[in-house]
């Protein structure tokens, strides 16, 4: 079966410092890869989605950037991070439409 | 592009009363309609979906209409159970060449009162 890895789970940055965010999928080829925000008590806000290795779509403008350098692995960066950063970062795949969502990563910008 | 609208924002219900949710989505061409339950510091889970060649599908207590007509779809929970409090999530797609994105609504935080 599939399953989708998220890491880490917390995270406590402070402003103007770099970010990594790691999400890997197992049990599937060629997905369809998803980074979302959810700030707190709020929706999903879609931010970059992937169908192939090293093709990714924004869909909002930031200062945030994603990559997939391996065909189940998709990394969502930045170089320096804001405030306005801090939220819950969803990964998620799909395939045939149905969407599933990783674990998540609380981010705190300090 | 799409837009999707769910109301209400909250409900709140008593235990064993039944509890609606309604969507409505702008683009004829979505195909496709989940709907995700998200408890407090989880991840969205999906619950059921349809698509846009059925009108009604259900899951012991939980159901989703779909009327294509009028652009809108709803979540139907019966007999309520305080477990079933947390925040839903609809969303629209179409299979096409979106690539599978959903459109998510706002989302509603249902409470069910022991």
């Known amino acids: 079966s599939q399953t989708i890895h998220q890491w880490p789970a917390t995270l406590v940055q402070p402003v103007g410092s770099p970010l990594s965010l790691e999400c890997t999928v197992e049990?599937?080829?060629?997905?369809?890869l998803y980074w979302y925000r959810q700030a707190a008590g709020r929706g999903l806000q879609l931010l970059f989605y992937?169908?192939?290795?090293?093709?990714i779509s924004s869909e909002v403008p930031q200062n945030l950037s994603a990559s997939r350098p391996q065909d189940r692995q998709f990394i969502l960066s930045s170089k320096k991070l804001l405030l306005s950063d801090s939220g819950f970062y969803l990964c998620?795949?799909?395939?045939?439409?149905?969407?599933?969502f990783g674990p998540g990563t609380r981010l705190t910008v300090l | 592009g799409e837009n999707v609208e769910q109301h209400p924002s909250t409900l709140s219900v008593q235990e064993g009363d039944s509890a609606v949710i309604k969507c409505t989505y702008s683009?004829?061409?979505?195909?496709?309609f989940p709907w995700y339950k998200q408890e407090l510091g989880k991840r969205p889970q999906l619950i059921i979906d349809?698509?846009?060649?059925?009108g009604e599908k259900k899951d012991q207590r939980i159901a989703v209409t779909l009327n294509k007509t009028a652009k809108h779809f709803s979540l139907h929970i019966t007999e309520t159970q305080p477990e079933d409090s947390a925040v839903y999530f609809c969303?629209?797609?179409?299979?096409?060449?979106?690539?599978?994105?959903?459109?998510f609504g706002q989302g509603t935080i249902l409470t069910v009162h022991p």
């Open positions: 998620a795949w799909s395939s045939q439409g149905e969407q599933f």
């Open positions: 049990g599937t080829s060629n997905p369809n």
């Open positions: 992937s169908v192939g290795i090293g093709q």
């Open positions: 683009d004829s061409a979505s195909n496709y």
């Open positions: 349809i698509r846009s060649n059925v």
């Open positions: 969303a629209a797609s179409f299979g096409g060449t979106s690539y599978g994105k959903l459109t």
